[in-house]
């Protein structure tokens, strides 16, 4: 053999070995990103719901290997029929010695990817159950047959279709399944306020509960993304050049994001930042190994405004209510990735000199460009049909969202039994915007259910003793205080708007009663739960009887039940308004 | 030379560079799994404990590299004694030019990865001293000697012991050190209730306080296990089968836990599923080279269930206090994953074709699995002896456990001077189940123990006209305000059901006196600490006498120390019921 | 070809494509660096920031990743002009088939390092636009400069100078740049105490809001740091112990400072020992490849006693407040690296045999010692000159400081309209030392300069009919309770001390009144802000008139703006003190 054979045949069987490893490292950090979801999704919706979205993320992981072991992998990567699906098989149990393990782990962690996507969108208001099976759907079925179109030797690969790492194939597909299921679901309690016809008058912000987690999640998924974007390389130079677009592209989103929020909101928003990073990672995910650093800095500018865009354009026009920004990060950024790789491709990029797969920008005219827009076409339509198919089926057999109850109480005591993910941290989760009237059956008066005779038993054994004893000092002020359940709270805070106090204190305090709480089981033990969440409202009033307050807050909080709470009325003896200097009757009065 | 010769040669020279280099990555994975153990254990106990536990997990890998450069490596690693122990030596100074850089430092991060396991079921009351004390005769003696057996060349390994990555040398031997150490250690003040013959007659649960960092933690310990299981592996073909197997035991052992929590609790529980990853990833650790994909599921249901079994049976059997859950996942585990060799080892995992190491169920018969149970055996009784000893010899020196009030404050403040861990943020940290009588001296009234003329100079001074300051309204109501210590609440609260009161609303608040705190040092500078950490019970009482309510809570409370509290009396006007509209006397009774 | 010659073509070939691709895997270490910088600085900051600090954290790579395209990367590895700097240039756009890619990121991820050094020492009161600005010259200009003459062929690498991962041109540049920033803005309103001559009496301590995520942060750098030491390795053997000397130093420097900090403080000091593994890695840094374990021994030890000088030294001799101890770590730790190449370089370490880069300790006398301390000296010259020229610009134009109100605010809500990046959780960030009238505009008595008018309106109506009302009670005691923003707290504390008030209880609670917040943009979502953080104060006075208090509360809290809070007082019928057993007025007393 000659120097030059020789030296080329080590080269291909050092390399060989080398991408072996790299691309197992590759998929270890994509398992990885797992975490990156799970923080970004505990850190950005509220500390009720902590636990449960770490419990979906965990479980979408573990439920999808199974389903991909059963069906996944075949479906994906099995002898190709038809272009359509893969062979379904189990040489992974007959065939172990000459099973494809790298492979597997590899397709498995992208599946699990797919599936995790949506569970963000859904948060905070799904049922623990329902999303168990619609993850194990994608990741059993849906997911496996559009990724064996475009990687598993499917017509779409055979078109020449390119979706490096999977703008298309994991976040549009992913991105979609959120939007469908985020519409299907329905808006969380409070996201938007209504006026008495029913329009949508206001969108309110729910802030994320921590976002220091939050942002580590962002850090582990750019982290993991080197895995994701890099681990298919067969080269060195092709990796280095992936590793490039896929640091540019999400810098420049951010820094484009930070720009127009500062601009728009008077403000750089930290959390929309974020998510510019995450989108710009997404668009650069299909056309990481064809296009450049000019391609990576325009599809990076363009996914930072992109999910500006799709924010506002959920919030204020589909009215779709996304918690963590999912639609916008995932489904328009996979899509505008997908599409970019029609126009940025580039034979200057390493490993696609003679690929054919070069952009509209880049002297290749429309032919990548239209077969792209094809596979997003029927990929969308694809995962569109069958996650609705999926969830409508899910929603008829037993039901997509938890109760308007249990929602307001949080998913981790109400579908895990635990109290709270942050035990011992004193939480105010009080969603200051919540109105029950909206998507909501909290509203219907629980008095105005209430037979006659426990309305009398109730309300009014008023009587004009208590009035005189309600008034004991020449002040006439005094002080009611409420102890509540904190769920009840926003009903109560309107009732005494309307009837005119214009000002109160709130504490989030520890209450305890005789009566035990309803047995939550933490790791099989059962807790105490005699120390339960109360709310304090603390008001005074001069001018409104004190009567009319006791009256309205026991109509108000009234259900019958243990734990409807009490009023304590005190006697005030001055109040003095500091900035105006008006005393008693006068300082109680807001009205400027 | 044939082109063959030389493609072999080739082969086995890049096989050999790429696999020097990923050995090192997976030994920083394995260090990056020390992150992973010590969020899961801050995650999983109280926030008081925080800085502690943190503390510990960053010195057990400090300590133990220390240790292991005086004298464990050499013991490991060093020339084999009788197949007992290397030959102890310095290497690594006299020698360092041809010194196994690589092989030190990935039996390091092994060695610390067996110390840090044991942190976690003796957290909460250990004392940081002994910690380390122990935490460097694990890395210093316990580990290498028992892992020179397994991995040095010592006698297990000569019989063909089979332990890929440590279920036995690292999982069992810190389970059982951890089991052993947590039982000498007794349980954490009001983990078990007794009833008045000292049978224990409740277990109480101590939800973790920060589940987000507690899953993360999980997170990464299953990243890290891919450089864990993969590290040593010498082929890609095993190496991909080794990734294979670490995600799918994790996997299906998650989806048993949680089928399995869903069923026997009702709801799916989120710390034990999360447990049962670590469980699985436990399980697989030493049959991950060895078996396939119908072993690892195997493995991982059963480690799924035992994990749950573990938690019951160190509860309600042994009555041992396990924070974290250390014992259930990685003593109990490693046995199983010990133990699963002998059952599921097959020839068709690649590179064991020809090991002879094959299981029970694949036709190896008895003796793979018979030279599996002869070495947990004696490695556990190894274990079990040399940290009883050292825990007994600690123990009669400087003592295992923080005294009780040490233990009710929290160790961040009385071991580290760290006020809170999470500074700023408001804690409630009250294990409502305290039982101050249990194991603990703090149940000795200090009242009983005061001269007579110090009880004179406290207590009696109610005098009639006080009474009648009492109740200065016709309603005959006052509340009773108490601002104390909150490591006096539970005590407190007992008292004052004792006395009839059913009632009452706790409030953490911040409390301000002139008295000093006791010099707090944070990063060398002292903090000002004339705002400390109160609880404040609010007691609205009609019936039972406002002077019976403040003799009650002075007893309770007096210790004759500054910080004691203040009891502060206001005028009722009124009290309603809401559920029943009862008033005053009637509303405060709450007997259903 | 003979087999020899064969073999060594082939290790040559395979060994180039696995540190190429270890190069990248290497640069992907070091971008998960940020994260670890960015929990590191979150954690150990207040609560009120962390969306600020995250933010940075963010931007500083994002707009460092455009800069080092624009200017940065050319004149770091740009054709060598003169030894100054490189040529600068566009190859990136327009040659990129034969682009550098590799060096691209690798380099980039480094520059992005020294950029976020610096946001650490000046969090909680740099104006964020300020930090974009300098973050950009720092990674465009400052960095690429003197690492040209590092690593880019310049003047110092053609000297010998020795800094392998960057020490001197990473860690001391950060270092010094963080120093001179953290002098330039003046520290933390309430860092120092300051007696009636303006001399500091005080050092104060503010505890990091959540030292769970700071740990975390450690080990990502510690993880991270094996890339960031490792990445340009280029043989197995100098990898592996370029592994072992980044383990052992830190490790050996954390064992330091616990001992220290033990003997030194009483107690071993959590944060100061987390502060201790950077400081190890980052002496290690320059010398890792070229000393052995010995010399990492010895640059640890030293490193863990420098970072308890370097944090002493800037609080009590230099008085510049850096809040988490990053001039300790990185500038002193660099400085400290960079030198002990010339004393702990061997030719045993592999690699360094014949490099000629020999320590003073291991016989190589001055020779390398002389141009390490040239190389230190010059850049950190540079260095010194080109940022305080960068802050002192910035500062003329825009201001690097934001107001007092919005450092006491904190920089989340004033900076991003982000009102909380834990929204939901109680946070009592009240630094109990803070002092008005230090470094702050905020000690000036709006009340003195409120018009005659608005005074008489506001302060003088108290009338005679108030004070009886005050006193209703033969008690002859009163409760005032004060309900008002948490900016105004500690002036308020100190008025009511100066009043003779000796006690207080303090609560965060949840205001709500009829104004309207500042329309805080989240997401773009307007969020409805009539929940606002407040602080009720509690105090009991009896001897004290209740009118005193008032005046004084209002004279204290006077703005004559909406927020200015509310004073209520109610009657108080008995209060008793348990140690003492006193009453009433006795019990009010705090003279001990």
Redesign the interface.
């Known amino acids: 053999?000659t120097?030059e054979a020789?030296?080329s045949?080590?080269?291909e069987?050092?390399?060989s070995?080398?991408?072996?490893?790299?691309f197992?490292?590759g998929?270890?950090?994509v398992?990885?990103m797992?975490?990156g979801f799970?923080?970004v999704e505990?850190?950005f919706t509220?500390?009720?719901n902590?636990?449960?979205i770490?419990?979906k993320?965990?479980?979408d992981?573990?439920?999808?290997?199974?389903m991909f072991?059963l069906i996944g992998f075949s479906l994906l990567l099995g002898e190709d029929l038809a272009g359509f699906i893969g062979k379904p098989g189990f040489d992974?149990?007959t065939a172990?010695?000459n099973?494809d393990?790298?492979n597997?782990?590899f397709n498995?962690?992208f599946c699990a990817t797919t599936a995790t996507i949506v569970s963000g969108a859904m948060a905070e208001r799904t049922k623990?159950l329902s999303y168990c099976i619609y993850s194990g759907v994608i990741s059993g079925l849906i997911y496996p047959i559009e990724a064996h179109w475009i990687w598993g030797g499917g017509w779409l690969s055979q078109m020449g279709f390119h979706d490096f790492a999977g703008s298309c194939a994991i976040h549009m597909v992913g991105g979609i399944s959120a939007l469908i299921g985020a519409a299907l679901l329905g808006p969380r309690i409070g996201k938007f306020s209504k006026d008495k016809d029913g329009k949508i008058k206001?969108?309110?912000?729910f802030?994320?509960?921590?976002?220091?987690?939050g942002?580590?999640g962002?850090?582990?998924l750019?982290?993991g993304w080197?895995?994701f974007n890099?681990a298919a390389a067969t080269s060195?130079?092709q990796?280095?050049?992936i590793?490039?677009t896929t640091?540019?592209a999400?810098?420049?989103a951010?820094?484009v994001t930070?720009v127009f929020?500062w601009i728009?909101?008077?403000?750089?928003?930290?959390?929309?930042?974020?998510?510019a990073?995450l989108a710009g990672l997404v668009a650069i995910t299909a056309p990481c190994d064809v296009t450049?650093?000019?391609g990576a800095?325009v599809i990076g500018a363009v996914a930072g405004l992109l999910v500006?865009f799709g924010?506002?354009f959920l919030?204020y026009v589909l009215r779709v209510d996304d918690p963590v920004?999912a639609v916008a990060v995932h489904m328009m950024n996979g899509i505008w990735g997908t599409i970019a790789v029609g126009l940025f491709a580039?034979p200057?990029?390493?490993g696609n000199e003679e690929t054919g797969v070069v952009g509209l920008f880049y002297g290749g005219g429309t032919h990548t460009l239209l077969i792209q827009l094809l596979g997003f076409a029927t990929v969308a339509a694809w995962t569109a049909l069958t996650i609705t198919i999926a969830f409508v089926i899910i929603k008829a057999l037993i039901g997509l969202r938890v109760s308007e109850e249990e929602e307001i109480t949080g998913l981790?005591e109400t579908?895990?039994?635990?109290?709270?993910?942050?035990?011992?941290?004193?939480?105010?989760?009080?969603s200051?915007?919540l109105d029950v009237n909206e998507n909501t059956n909290l509203g219907v008066d629980e008095y105005d259910k209430a037979s006659e005779a426990m309305k009398k038993?109730?309300?009014?054994?008023?009587n004009a003793s208590?009035v005189?004893?309600?008034?004991?000092?020449?002040?006439g002020m005094?002080?009611v205080v409420i102890?509540?359940k904190l769920s009840r709270y926003d009903k109560l805070?309107k009732a005494l708007n309307n009837l005119g106090v214009?000002?109160?204190?709130?504490?989030?305090?520890?209450?305890?009663?005789?009566?035990k709480g309803a047995g939550q089981?933490?790791?099989?033990?059962?807790?105490?739960?005699?120390?339960l969440p109360?709310i304090?409202l603390e008001v005074?009033v001069s001018n409104i009887p004190?009567d009319s307050v006791?009256e309205t807050?026991?109509k108000t909080?009234?259900?019958?039940?243990?734990?409807?709470?009490?009023?304590?009325?005190?006697?005030?003896?001055?109040?003095?308004?500091?900035?105006?200097?008006?005393?008693?009757f006068a300082?109680l009065q807001?009205?400027?």
């Open positions: 053999m120097e020789i030296m045949l080590v080269s069987s050092s390399t070995t080398v991408f072996a490893v790299w197992l490292i998929a270890a950090l398992f990885w797992q975490a799970a923080m505990a850190g509220r500390a009720k902590t636990g449960n770490l419990m993320n965990l479980m992981f573990c439920i999808g290997t199974v072991i992974i149990f172990y010695a099973f393990f790298s597997f782990v498995l962690v623990f206001e969108v309110n912000a802030p994320g509960s921590n976002l220091a987690i942002a580590l962002c850090f582990i750019w982290f080197y895995g890099g060195k130079e990796l280095a050049s590793f490039l640091t540019v999400p810098a420049v951010t820094c930070m929020t728009k909101y008077g403000k750089p928003d930290v959390s929309m930042s974020l998510n990073s450049d650093c000019f800095i500006c924010v506002w919030d920004g580039t200057t990029a390493p981790d579908e895990h039994g635990l109290p709270s993910a942050y035990s011992g941290f004193s939480l105010m989760d009080m200051n915007t038993a109730s309300v009014p054994v008023v208590a005189v004893q309600g008034t004991p000092l020449e002040s005094n002080k102890v509540t805070k214009t000002g109160m204190t709130v504490t989030q305090v520890t209450g305890c009663g005789i009566q089981m933490y790791r099989g033990v059962e807790m105490d739960m005699t120390l109360k304090k005074v004190v006791v807050v026991k909080l009234y259900t019958g039940k243990i734990g409807d709470g009490k009023i304590f009325v005190y006697p005030v003896s001055r109040v003095v308004k500091i900035r105006t200097g008006e005393e008693d300082a807001d009205v400027e």
